[in-house]
């Protein structure tokens, strides 16, 4: 049975992975920190549709230390793939930012995952095909005034993940980066609808992506045909930035 977790799974586009990896029948970790009551929706949903396959709400908060992080992956069944569609960010100027707050994006966004993948290599490599993807961002390519450091962060990953990618290419084992561009989710809407509006007309395509946009590239890239394909970094923008 293919097994995929999909963390940060209860966010516009982790919602929207899920969807597409049960559709294509995987089973799936449904990976949440705070939203329990949502991580058993979307689980109770899918099982509803797709009663072969298992869906498990899974708790993790980033903010624990290294020997937690290790005891979860290791209560884990077997894994085919590793979605990190997690995020944060915080708006401002860096000069305002709280050195709280600036630590916080760096583990969640990046921090975290790397040691994750650290931990999660050894059952990954052991399967017939396996797969890691992190969502990024066009801002990893170009860096956004007023988020620098979760600019930082997303340039981060598309650098690991092309170097990491290297280090496993002989096995099993592809590492790719998804970069979004501007998507209709819950980060975006803190701003008003005049300036939507605004952004809508700089993105040749006329519009902000959906999570579906994004999810149906993890769903090709989780394919067993897709094996040649790692080390890169996709940018889904509408013909945005990049």
Not at 8 to 29: D, F, P, R
Request: aromatic share 10%; net charge negative.
């Amino acid at each position: 049975m293919k097994r995929a977790i999909v963390f940060g799974a209860t966010g516009g586009i982790g919602s929207e992975i899920c969807n597409e990896l049960a559709e294509a029948g995987w089973s799936v970790y449904v990976h949440y920190r705070h939203q329990d009551k949502l991580a058993q929706a979307i689980c109770s949903e899918l099982m509803d549709k797709y009663p072969m396959q298992d869906f498990i709400p899974i708790k993790l908060d980033f903010d624990i230390d290294d020997s937690e992080l290790e005891k979860f992956v290791a209560n884990l069944l077997p894994v085919n793939a590793v979605i990190f569609s997690q995020g944060i960010t915080k708006y401002g100027f860096l000069g305002e930012q709280k050195l709280d707050d600036i630590s916080n994006i760096l583990n969640i966004n990046l921090t975290v995952p790397i040691k994750l993948t650290k931990i999660f290599e050894k059952k990954l490599i052991t399967q017939e095909f396996s797969r890691i993807i992190y969502l990024g961002s066009v801002y990893g390519e170009q860096g956004s005034p007023l988020e620098a450091v979760y600019s930082a962060t997303k340039a981060g990953l598309s650098r690991f993940c092309q170097a990491y990618a290297r280090e496993v290419a002989s096995t099993n084992l592809t590492v790719n980066v998804i970069a979004p561009g501007a998507v209709d989710t819950k980060m975006n809407a803190i701003f008003s609808a005049e300036t939507l509006q605004d952004l809508k007309s700089e993105i040749p395509t006329g519009r902000l992506a959906t999570g579906k946009d994004i999810a149906f590239w993890v769903k090709n890239i989780l394919q067993p045909e897709s094996r040649y394909f790692t080390g890169q970094t996709i940018y889904v923008d509408g013909g945005w930035l990049i």
